[in-house]
Structures are given as structure tokens and as C-alpha cells.
């Protein structure tokens, strides 16, 4: 029902920042709460930033608190990542995920099981 493709990422120094993109495609875009994910290579998928856009709530990894920004243009059914101060272990692929709001689990907005649509993610490499 839902597709997403993330685009945005690269080569950065440290310091630098970063937005990427989550094009979302077929369902109801804006009842869809968005999150964020990585995983660096040999780690489990790591929770970095989610909004539910329908109570304005947002959530955030503590690791990325105060250098991230969610937001969304509903005319490009998009989702954004702002990042700024970007450091070497924010060197990840970035995943952007949906829930439908009729999601019924126990799973925070914090869990990737929560989620049931995956884009395929893009590189995001931090230089020291």
C-alpha cells in the first residue's frame, strides 16, 4: 500500500549537516505517523527520530537530540531528516519507516517493529 524511497545521503565532515528525504507513495500520507532509523554495518537497527503527525508528538533518540529536525511537505508527500553538527558515528544507512494509523500493537514509536512500511535506505558517511 505504502512505498517509500529515502534519497539525501552522502559524504559529510564532521560538523557539517545533512537533510535527507523520505518520498512516500500510495496510502494516506498525512495519517501516517514517520519515523527514522539507521544501522551501521554488524549493528541492529537503531531508533533516531519519529513524529506522530496527528497528536504533533515527536520523538527522539538521545543521541541526535538538539541535531535532528522531522518535518514533512504533504504537497510532495515527503518526509524530511534535517541534521546538523554531524558526528562520525552518525555514520549509518538511514531508513525511513510508516505506521498506519490503525496500528493496534504494544511497540513504541522508539521500535522498528511498530513499523510496517520500509524505504531502502541511504548512506549517510561522517568524516572525522
Known amino acids: 500500500q505504502v512505498q517509500l524511497v529515502e534519497s539525501g545521503g552522502g559524504l559529510v565532515q564532521a560538523g557539517g549537516s545533512l537533510r535527507l528525504s523520505c518520498a512516500a507513495s500510495g496510502g494516506t500520507f498525512r495519517s501516517y505517523a514517520m519515523g527514522w532509523f539507521r544501522q551501521a554495518p554488524g549493528t541492529e537497527r537503531e531508533f533516531v527520530v519519529a513524529k506522530r503527525w496527528s497528536g504533533g508528538s515527536t520523538y527522539y533518540a538521545d543521541s541526535v537530540k538538539g541535531r535532528c529536525t522531522i518535518s514533512r511537505d504533504n504537497a510532495k508527500n515527503t518526509v524530511y531528516l534535517q541534521m546538523s553538527s554531524l558526528k562520525p558515528e552518525d555514520t549509518a544507512v538511514y531508513y525511513c519507516?510508516?505506521?498506519?494509523?490503525?496500528?493496534?500493537?504494544?511497540?513504541?514509536?522508539?521500535?522498528?517493529?511498530?513499523?510496517?512500511?520500509w524505504g531502502q535506505g541511504t548512506q549517510v558517511t561522517v568524516s572525522s
Open positions: 519507516a510508516a505506521v498506519s494509523p490503525d496500528y493496534r500493537g504494544s511497540y513504541t514509536y522508539t521500535d522498528p517493529r511498530r513499523y510496517n512500511y
